[in-house]
């Protein structure tokens, strides 16, 4: 059975941080390339950022770089998103989703994705 559990969102201020994890099961974790979404109140889902499981490369659209970190822990099939320096726009339903054989890049986060785990809620007060 195919899941991709989002977790550790939460509640935190502005300026603060929060690191989600997506665990990933029942397929090869290395064949897939694994993307974060996020959909905010009134607006539709976007894709944020992308890691290649197999080779580690990784992508960030502008609004999060530099304050973004993707990493993947292979051994745990687990892939990780810390955020720092969270704005009160960041505040959002964040999903995590897989893509056979997917290369992270710019174009990888506009694929449909194979995969979808149900999402996590960030919420960052001002």
């Not at 290649?52 to 490369?57: P, Q, R």
């Not at 986060?109 to 995969?115: F, P, R, S, V």
Request: glycine share 12%; charged share 15%.
């Amino acid at each position: 059975d195919v899941q991709l559990q989002a977790s550790g969102g939460g509640l935190v201020q502005a300026g603060g941080s929060l690191k989600l994890s997506c665990a990933v099961s029942g397929f090869s974790f290395d064949d897939y390339g694994i993307g974060w979404f996020h959909q905010a109140p009134g607006k539709e889902r976007e894709g944020i950022s992308c890691i290649s499981s197999s080779d580690g490369t990784t992508y960030y659209v502008d609004s999060v770089k530099g304050r973004f970190t993707i990493t993947s822990d292979n051994a745990k099939s687990t892939v990780y998103l810390q955020m720092n320096s969270l704005e009160p726009e960041d505040t959002a339903v964040y999903y995590c989703a897989a893509l056979y054989i997917g290369k992270c890049s710019s174009d990888f986060l506009y694929y449909d994705m194979d995969y979808w785990g149900k999402g996590t809620l960030v919420t960052v007060s001002s």
